[in-house]
């Protein structure tokens, strides 16, 4: 099947314009994630859902980044008044979720959004 | 939290000779260890991946060592091939009854395979 999905794949924004990028995880998949990658950098830690629920937001790295998940399956990253530091891959993620085990299930990652802010 | 450190940030090895690349770890509450490879503009690919159960996995080429005692983790790609020319990233995570755990990268290390 289709692995995740993301839009788009490049995205260019002047300093103080609102973006939103797309994650279409893999049919089925309960938990979702999203990861930051600066360049020369190991992806960073931003937000968690399972299903539809924002479980984990501790990454976030300010009150400028929101994330959704309405309906639990496609999700929206969105930066408001995007600033220069926000220019970096950002990187979706989804994995199966067996309840009732503490195993960590693979994660599947996107291509990412290459997000430059001039 | 979780911190992970990798070594070294470069490696450039002939074709044929083996590669390795540590990590350490410094959650005692981690137990799931995947190995990324990740190419030029391109998604982070899982190659391998060991939970805190089993000391050693292997997979072709690939294997990946675990020390839960001294928290370090190895990947170990033997023959190298120009195709295993790539960034390669270490990660941790705790396992979390009732919901997933993220993950917790080292900084990476590029692989360069010499012909």
């Known amino acids: 099947g289709a692995g995740v999905s993301q839009s788009p794949r490049y995205k260019v924004a002047k300093r103080g314009q609102d973006v939103a990028l797309r994650c279409d995880p893999i049919s089925g998949h309960v938990s979702l994630f999203w990861y930051q990658q600066a360049l020369g950098q190991g992806p960073e830690f931003l937000t968690y859902?399972?299903?539809?629920?924002?479980?984990?937001k501790s990454g976030l790295p300010s009150d400028r980044f929101f994330a959704e998940r309405p309906e639990g399956s496609v999700s929206t990253l969105k930066i408001q008044r995007t600033q220069q530091e926000d220019s970096a891959v950002y990187l979706c993620?989804?994995?199966?979720?067996?309840?009732?085990?503490?195993?960590?299930?693979?994660?599947?990652f996107g291509d990412g959004t290459r997000l430059s802010i001039l | 939290g979780e911190n992970v450190e990798q070594h070294p940030s470069t490696l450039s090895v002939q074709e044929g000779d083996s590669a390795v690349i540590k990590c350490t770890y410094s959650d005692s509450a981690s137990n799931y260890f995947p190995w990324y490879k990740q190419e030029l503009g391109k998604r982070p690919q899982l190659i391998i991946d060991i939970r805190s159960n089993v000391g050693e996995k292997k997979d072709q080429r690939i294997a990946v060592t675990l020390n839960k005692t001294a928290k370090h983790f190895s990947l170990h790609i033997t023959e190298t091939q120009p195709e295993d020319s790539a960034v390669y990233f270490c990660?941790?995570?705790?396992?979390?009854?009732?919901?997933?755990?993220?993950?917790?990268f080292g900084t990476g290390t590029r692989l360069q395979v010499t012909l």
């Open positions: 993620a989804s994995s199966r979720h067996l309840t009732g085990t503490a195993t960590n299930q693979p994660q599947h």
């Open positions: 859902f399972q299903n539809e629920a924002q479980l984990d």
């Open positions: 990660a941790a995570s705790r396992g979390v009854t009732g919901t997933a755990s993220k993950l917790t």
